[in-house]
Protein backbone atom coordinates (compact mmCIF):
# COMPACT_ATOMS: atom_id res chain seq x y z
CA UNK A 1 0.00 0.00 0.00
CA UNK A 2 1.43 3.52 -1.07
CA UNK A 3 1.71 5.28 2.60
CA UNK A 4 3.38 8.92 3.51
CA UNK A 5 2.95 9.59 6.98
CA UNK A 6 4.32 13.28 7.97
CA UNK A 7 5.53 13.82 11.73
CA UNK A 8 5.10 15.82 13.78
CA UNK A 9 1.25 16.75 13.36
CA UNK A 10 1.99 20.34 14.97
CA UNK A 11 4.76 22.04 15.15
CA UNK A 12 5.21 25.65 17.06
CA UNK A 13 8.82 27.32 17.16
CA UNK A 14 10.35 30.32 18.42
CA UNK A 15 11.78 32.59 15.38
CA UNK A 16 15.09 31.28 14.99
CA UNK A 17 14.67 27.85 16.01
CA UNK A 18 16.27 25.30 13.34
CA UNK A 19 13.10 23.29 12.61
CA UNK A 20 12.83 19.38 11.14
CA UNK A 21 9.42 17.78 9.89
CA UNK A 22 10.09 14.51 8.82
CA UNK A 23 8.24 12.32 6.25
CA UNK A 24 8.29 8.12 5.51
CA UNK A 25 7.06 6.14 3.35
CA UNK A 26 6.19 2.60 2.56
CA UNK A 27 7.70 1.30 -0.72
CA UNK A 28 9.99 2.51 -3.25
CA UNK A 29 9.23 5.60 -4.78
CA UNK A 30 10.16 7.54 -7.76
CA UNK A 31 10.00 11.03 -6.48
CA UNK A 32 9.11 13.08 -3.70
CA UNK A 33 7.82 16.59 -3.78
CA UNK A 34 7.85 19.01 -0.37
CA UNK A 35 5.04 21.37 -0.67
CA UNK A 36 4.20 24.58 0.92
CA UNK A 37 0.39 25.80 1.93
CA UNK A 38 0.23 29.25 2.73
CA UNK A 39 -2.68 30.05 5.53
CA UNK A 40 -4.91 31.79 2.85
CA UNK A 41 -4.76 28.30 1.34
CA UNK A 42 -2.62 28.61 -1.74
CA UNK A 43 0.16 25.79 -2.46
CA UNK A 44 3.01 26.36 -3.36
CA UNK A 45 5.82 23.37 -4.60
CA UNK A 46 8.87 23.93 -2.82
CA UNK A 47 11.52 21.05 -3.94
CA UNK A 48 11.62 17.76 -5.76
CA UNK A 49 13.85 15.63 -4.94
CA UNK A 50 14.85 11.50 -6.05
CA UNK A 51 18.46 11.41 -3.97
CA UNK A 52 20.37 13.46 -1.79
CA UNK A 53 20.12 16.81 -0.83
CA UNK A 54 18.57 19.77 -2.13
CA UNK A 55 18.91 23.80 -0.79
CA UNK A 56 17.12 26.64 -1.46
CA UNK A 57 17.48 29.89 0.71
CA UNK A 58 17.29 28.44 4.16
CA UNK A 59 15.01 25.38 3.25
CA UNK A 60 17.07 22.38 3.03
CA UNK A 61 15.14 18.74 1.54
CA UNK A 62 16.59 15.69 2.11
CA UNK A 63 16.01 11.92 0.91
CA UNK A 64 17.11 9.18 2.34
CA UNK A 65 16.10 5.94 -0.15
CA UNK A 66 17.22 3.25 1.65
CA UNK A 67 15.20 4.37 4.87
CA UNK A 68 12.26 5.40 3.29
CA UNK A 69 12.34 8.63 4.77
CA UNK A 70 12.73 12.90 3.59
CA UNK A 71 13.49 15.37 6.20
CA UNK A 72 12.50 19.37 5.42
CA UNK A 73 14.77 21.79 7.86
CA UNK A 74 13.89 25.23 7.71
CA UNK A 75 16.97 27.49 9.72
CA UNK A 76 16.83 30.59 11.22
CA UNK A 77 12.88 30.30 11.12
CA UNK A 78 10.62 33.36 11.03
CA UNK A 79 6.83 34.05 11.43
CA UNK A 80 6.53 33.86 7.75
CA UNK A 81 7.83 30.63 7.83
CA UNK A 82 4.19 29.74 9.51
CA UNK A 83 2.32 27.09 6.87
CA UNK A 84 1.53 23.60 6.61
CA UNK A 85 4.50 21.71 5.00
CA UNK A 86 2.98 18.89 3.00
CA UNK A 87 4.98 15.87 1.66
CA UNK A 88 3.98 14.08 -1.43
CA UNK A 89 5.51 11.00 -2.70
CA UNK A 90 5.32 9.50 -6.28
CA UNK A 91 5.14 5.75 -6.53
CA UNK A 92 5.50 5.77 -10.37
CA UNK A 93 2.99 6.35 -12.75
CA UNK A 94 0.90 10.03 -12.75
CA UNK A 95 -0.04 9.36 -8.96
CA UNK A 96 1.61 11.09 -6.04
CA UNK A 97 0.51 10.72 -2.39
CA UNK A 98 -0.07 13.37 -0.11
CA UNK A 99 0.76 13.31 3.64
CA UNK A 100 -1.70 14.80 6.11
CA UNK A 101 1.13 18.04 6.57
CA UNK A 102 2.84 19.55 9.26
CA UNK A 103 1.08 22.74 10.66
CA UNK A 104 4.12 25.22 11.67
CA UNK A 105 3.80 28.30 13.97
CA UNK A 106 6.46 30.37 14.10
CA UNK A 107 6.47 32.70 16.94
CA UNK A 108 8.20 36.09 17.44
CA UNK B 1 2.12 35.10 -15.70
CA UNK B 2 -0.83 34.51 -14.62
CA UNK B 3 -0.09 30.46 -14.01
CA UNK B 4 -3.16 27.77 -13.03
CA UNK B 5 -6.20 30.02 -12.88
CA UNK B 6 -9.37 28.24 -10.97
CA UNK B 7 -12.88 29.57 -11.12
CA UNK B 8 -14.97 29.68 -9.07
CA UNK B 9 -13.07 30.10 -5.31
CA UNK B 10 -16.16 29.84 -3.47
CA UNK B 11 -19.79 28.13 -4.36
CA UNK B 12 -22.75 26.71 -2.20
CA UNK B 13 -24.48 24.11 -4.09
CA UNK B 14 -27.28 22.66 -2.77
CA UNK B 15 -27.83 18.37 -3.07
CA UNK B 16 -28.45 17.00 -6.81
CA UNK B 17 -27.01 20.26 -8.29
CA UNK B 18 -24.46 20.20 -10.93
CA UNK B 19 -21.97 22.44 -12.02
CA UNK B 20 -18.33 22.67 -13.60
CA UNK B 21 -15.21 23.95 -11.79
CA UNK B 22 -13.15 25.86 -13.89
CA UNK B 23 -9.28 25.18 -14.09
CA UNK B 24 -7.06 27.03 -16.93
CA UNK B 25 -3.33 27.44 -17.16
CA UNK B 26 -1.40 29.34 -19.70
CA UNK B 27 2.12 27.43 -18.89
CA UNK B 28 1.67 25.15 -22.45
CA UNK B 29 1.83 22.24 -19.31
CA UNK B 30 1.07 18.45 -20.27
CA UNK B 31 0.03 17.20 -17.10
CA UNK B 32 -2.81 18.89 -15.22
CA UNK B 33 -4.55 17.43 -11.96
CA UNK B 34 -7.41 17.69 -10.14
CA UNK B 35 -7.46 17.15 -6.26
CA UNK B 36 -9.74 17.82 -3.49
CA UNK B 37 -8.68 18.08 0.14
CA UNK B 38 -10.50 17.18 3.26
CA UNK B 39 -10.10 18.73 6.66
CA UNK B 40 -7.38 16.45 8.44
CA UNK B 41 -6.76 14.39 5.00
CA UNK B 42 -3.96 14.57 2.45
CA UNK B 43 -4.88 15.75 -1.03
CA UNK B 44 -6.31 13.27 -3.11
CA UNK B 45 -6.04 12.71 -6.97
CA UNK B 46 -9.32 12.84 -8.36
CA UNK B 47 -8.45 12.90 -12.27
CA UNK B 48 -5.56 13.59 -14.07
CA UNK B 49 -4.23 14.49 -17.93
CA UNK B 50 -1.03 13.85 -19.86
CA UNK B 51 -2.07 16.00 -22.67
CA UNK B 52 -5.46 17.10 -24.73
CA UNK B 53 -7.40 14.72 -25.35
CA UNK B 54 -6.35 12.36 -22.50
CA UNK B 55 -7.44 11.58 -19.18
CA UNK B 56 -7.27 9.15 -16.10
CA UNK B 57 -8.87 8.27 -13.28
CA UNK B 58 -7.08 9.16 -9.50
CA UNK B 59 -8.04 7.85 -6.01
CA UNK B 60 -11.20 9.45 -5.91
CA UNK B 61 -12.80 9.74 -9.34
CA UNK B 62 -16.30 8.96 -8.10
CA UNK B 63 -19.06 11.48 -8.71
CA UNK B 64 -16.85 13.34 -11.29
CA UNK B 65 -15.88 14.04 -14.59
CA UNK B 66 -13.49 15.68 -16.74
CA UNK B 67 -12.43 16.81 -20.19
CA UNK B 68 -9.50 18.16 -21.82
CA UNK B 69 -10.07 19.59 -25.34
CA UNK B 70 -7.36 22.05 -25.55
CA UNK B 71 -4.18 22.06 -23.81
CA UNK B 72 -4.81 25.16 -21.84
CA UNK B 73 -8.55 23.86 -19.84
CA UNK B 74 -9.46 20.90 -17.93
CA UNK B 75 -12.76 21.83 -16.21
CA UNK B 76 -13.71 19.27 -13.44
CA UNK B 77 -17.65 17.98 -13.58
CA UNK B 78 -19.50 17.44 -10.16
CA UNK B 79 -22.80 15.95 -11.59
CA UNK B 80 -25.90 15.09 -8.80
CA UNK B 81 -23.87 17.06 -5.88
CA UNK B 82 -23.95 15.06 -2.26
CA UNK B 83 -23.08 16.44 0.86
CA UNK B 84 -19.51 14.08 0.58
CA UNK B 85 -18.21 16.69 -2.19
CA UNK B 86 -18.04 19.04 0.26
CA UNK B 87 -14.11 19.53 0.11
CA UNK B 88 -11.58 22.33 -0.91
CA UNK B 89 -10.71 21.13 -4.68
CA UNK B 90 -7.18 22.19 -6.30
CA UNK B 91 -5.90 21.92 -9.64
CA UNK B 92 -2.32 21.90 -10.88
CA UNK B 93 -0.53 21.83 -13.78
CA UNK B 94 2.70 20.01 -14.27
CA UNK B 95 5.85 20.11 -17.06
CA UNK B 96 6.36 16.29 -16.78
CA UNK B 97 5.15 13.73 -14.77
CA UNK B 98 5.87 14.50 -11.40
CA UNK B 99 8.04 17.61 -11.85
CA UNK B 100 7.75 20.85 -10.61
CA UNK B 101 3.94 21.37 -9.42
CA UNK B 102 1.94 24.58 -10.15
CA UNK B 103 -1.40 24.45 -8.15
CA UNK B 104 -4.10 27.15 -8.45
CA UNK B 105 -5.46 28.93 -5.61
CA UNK B 106 -8.25 26.70 -4.90
CA UNK B 107 -12.33 26.30 -4.84
CA UNK B 108 -14.38 25.68 -1.26
CA UNK B 109 -17.36 23.80 -2.32
CA UNK B 110 -20.26 23.46 0.32
CA UNK B 111 -22.95 20.72 -0.81
CA UNK B 112 -26.30 21.23 1.37
Known amino acids: KNEVEQSPQNLTAQEGEFITINCSYS?????LHWLQQHPGGGIVSLFM???GKKKHGRLIATINIQEKHSSLHITASHPRDSAVYICAAGFGGNQFYFGTGTSLTVIP | NAGVTQTPKFRILKIGQSMTLQCTQD?????MYWYRQDPGMGLKLIYY???????DKGEVPNGYNVSRSTTEDFPLRLELAAPSQTSVYFC???????????FGSGTRLTVV
Open chain 2, 49 to 55: SVGAGIT
Open chain 1, 49 to 51: LSS
Open chain 2, 27 to 31: MNHNY
Open chain 2, 92 to 102: ASSERQGYGYT
Open chain 1, 27 to 31: VGISA
